[in-house]
């Protein structure tokens, strides 16, 4: 980074990061700086714009996804401290534990530390003290499983 450049302190724009993606293949495609979705399809051989309801395809789908996506899609303002006394020997060590809202924290992460992260573990948000809202023990007898599932230990003739 050179001195006189500044730092907006946002995270990474994913959506403008696309954008910039698809402007760089497909120029033609952009009016008044907006993708026009027509021009990207009649480029790409499909004359007609692709109903959401219309396709056959596996998805992964549930209620609020798309606002789901859209907060995901926002940028961060926030700003990542180190805690020193909550970590362990904080001069040696190359590990960082971080404590906050996952989604804030990893898109965070995604600028500062871009390429530099090897693992991440992501401790669940339910289930926390003593609000069990997740049924999360599905430990089943091999019996009651056998039963359910109709199998017997003899074979049918």
Do not use: H
Not at 84 to 107: C, F
Not at 117 to 128: H, L, R, S
Not at 137 to 157: G, I, M, N
């Amino acid at each position: 980074m050179k001195d006189n450049e500044r730092i907006d302190g946002l995270s990474l724009d994913n959506a403008a990061a696309e954008q910039d993606k698809l402007r760089a293949v497909f120029p033609q495609c952009f009016v008044e700086g907006k993708l026009d979705e027509r021009k990207l399809f009649a480029l790409l051989g499909s004359f007609e714009t692709i109903d959401a309801n219309d396709r056959e395809r596996y998805e992964f789908r549930w209620k609020g996804k798309q606002e789901c996506l859209q907060l995901a899609g926002k940028r961060s303002a926030g700003t990542l401290r180190p805690c020193r006394s909550d970590s362990v020997d904080w001069e040696n060590t190359r590990n960082v534990y971080i404590e906050g809202d996952n989604l804030e924290v990893l898109k965070l992460l995604q600028t500062a530390y871009y390429r530099r992260v090897k693992m991440i573990y992501i401790d669940p948000p339910y289930n926390t003290g003593n609000d069990f809202v997740y049924a999360d023990d599905f430990a089943d007898p091999l019996a009651r499983y056998r039963e359910v599932t109709q199998q017997t230990t003899k074979s049918k003739p």
